[in-house]
């Protein structure tokens, strides 16, 4: 019985190695990565970028607006293939 449960948790370690579970906290962005991110934000609007959340799902989303001013942009952008695209972007008032 002890080894039968011992051999599920080490397959179940296996099998689940490298996976990122909802649990889990997403990675961080990499200062490269951050860079990128602004880089194509300040192609879309004049506004700088405020803020970015990266989420479990390999989302990113940013915030891009000016001092004290209300509204701005909100960014949805996401790694494929190696580049970062623009999935969605949302005008603020």
Known sequence: MTAVLIAGIVLAGI?????QLPSMPPRELTP???A???EI????TSRPVRWM?????GTVQVHAG????LGGGMFQIRNVDGG??????TVLF
Do not use: F
């Not at 099998?15 to 996976?19: T, V």
């Open 15 to 19: 099998l689940l190695r490298g996976r």
């Open 32 to 34: 490269a990565e951050h």
């Open 36 to 38: 990128e991110i602004a």
């Open 41 to 44: 934000i300040r192609r879309e």
């Open 53 to 57: 959340t990266h989420g479990h799902d």
């Open 66 to 69: 000016g001092d004290g001013e």
């Open 84 to 89: 970062w695209k623009v999935l969605r972007s």
